[in-house]
T-cell receptor, first 116, second 113 residues
Framework: NAGVMQNPRHLVRRRGQEARLRCSPM?????VYWYRQLPEEGLKFMVY????????ESGMPKERFSAEFPKEGPSILRIQQVVRGDSAAYFC??????????????FGEGSRLTVL | SQQGEEDPQALSIQEGENATMNCSYK?????LQWYRQNSGRGLVHLIL?????REKHSGRLRVTLDTSKKSSSLLITASRAADTASYFC?????????????FGKGTKLSVKP
């Protein structure tokens, strides 16, 4: 029973390019969350998705960032026109249906984005 | 604004000793969780304590919650070198969406063999 799978694990982009990060939740999990972690910091919530729906995007920057979780396939976090400040580790987490308000999340190993 | 704040920021102990980490938060909560993160890895859920609970145990872990002081503590007994990691508390406030966890900056624990 594979855990949350994220790829790529490491991604290097030049300023102005696009970054696409993928996340496959644990089997049986229908809720996906994206978090960002700057060096020596805690995680910051970005967005919460269910299949084909964005439930809470209160942590997403207003521009350049978007997320989706299509009916088929992984969840994608897309960052357009990357800037150096986007360099961070991006973590995906998932949870099974029916754990409303318990909050326990299962995290992937993260995708580390470096913007040159 | 930061909800959870861990204290101390860093802790260094010898194997076999106990490690205590504290967390303070600002608003009312449904529950409080502790996670561990090994260097360069993802977070692993350790334990969840609900707002109506005062103490919870899991193996060598003991968590307390004082809602009147808006604080929690994580105690790791008989520490091992493998416990070396960063430890984060996380909360979901009342009205917060599921999974919108607010993490502190963490306590970096180093257990020396």
């Amino acid at each position: 029973n594979a855990g949350v799978m994220q790829n790529p694990r490491h991604l290097v982009r030049r300023r102005g390019q696009e970054a696409r990060l993928r996340c496959s939740p644990m089997k049986g999990h229908s809720h996906v969350y994206w978090y960002r972690q700057l060096p020596e910091e805690g995680l910051k919530f970005m967005v919460y998705l269910q299949k084909e729906n964005i439930i809470d995007e209160s942590g997403m920057p207003k521009e350049r960032f978007s997320a989706e979780f299509p009916k088929e396939g992984p969840s994608i976090l897309r960052i357009q026109q990357v800037v150096r400040g986007d360099s961070a580790a991006y973590f995906c987490a998932s949870s099974p249906i029916g754990t409303e308000n318990t909050g326990e999340l299962f995290f992937g190993e993260g995708s580390r984005l470096t913007v040159l | 604004s930061q909800q959870g704040e861990e204290d101390p920021q860093a802790l260094s102990i010898q194997e076999g000793e106990n490690a205590t980490m504290n967390c303070s938060y600002k608003t009312s909560i449904n529950n409080l969780q502790w996670y561990r993160q090994n260097s360069g890895r993802g977070l692993v859920h350790l334990i969840l304590i609900r707002s109506n609970e005062r103490e919870k145990h899991s193996g060598r872990l003991r968590v307390t919650l004082d809602t009147s002081k808006k604080s929690s503590s994580l105690l790791i007994t008989a520490s091992r070198a493998a416990d070396t990691a960063s430890y984060f508390c996380a909360t979901v406030g009342y009205g917060g969406s599921q999974g919108n966890l607010i993490f502190g900056k963490g306590t970096k624990l180093s257990v020396k063999p």
